[in-house]
């Protein structure tokens, strides 16, 4: 597969009836899920979960997420979803990008991105990402071509 950054941290994906919508296409809001998936799955791969979020009372939170939708994927395709961690600023924010491709003939069709932004889950305000955030989620980091 041609993957847009080096070394993805990948998750296999398969649209069941209950994804298809009236298009006969796998609906857009299914994407979104999976990408909140394969993040919450590449963020516990690197050391951190939901329970190391809680405890900090810290969290990267998504202040904005755009998707393109570039071609439509149908009942049982496989697909393969990947996900990088892309920018920081190293003490609040940082870009997350997906891309999905389709098994069978190699083509992306979806292109996402997210501006995370770190917040204290106590008061929902932006803070400055814990030294665990920034040691675990800066050597994540991949480089954009």
């Not at 041609?2 to 299914?30: K, R, S």
């Not at 799955?41 to 969290?59: F, M, N, P, T, V």
């Not at 924010?93 to 992306?108: A, G, H, P, V, Y």
């Not at 995370?116 to 954009?144: D, N, Q, W």
Request: aromatic letters at 10%; proline letters at 4%; one cysteine or more.
């Amino acid at each position: 597969m041609t993957w847009d950054f080096p070394g993805p941290f990948l998750l296999t994906v398969c649209p069941l009836e209950e994804h298809i919508d009236g298009l006969n296409h796998t609906n857009n809001a299914v994407y979104v899920q999976w990408c909140e998936k394969i993040g919450w799955a590449h963020s516990e791969s690197l050391g951190l979960s939901l329970i190391d979020y809680q405890r900090l009372d810290r969290a990267m939170a998504i202040r904005r997420g755009e998707y393109d939708y570039l071609l439509p994927t149908t009942l049982h395709e496989e697909l393969t979803l990947a996900t990088w961690l892309t920018a920081s600023d190293g003490k609040l924010t940082m870009e997350r990008r997906f891309q999905l491709i389709r098994n069978e003939d190699q083509s992306t069709v979806l292109r996402g991105r997210w501006d995370l932004v770190c917040i204290e889950l106590s008061s929902g305000k932006p803070r400055r990402m814990p030294a665990k955030f920034s040691e675990i989620y800066l050597s994540a980091m991949v480089t954009c071509r």
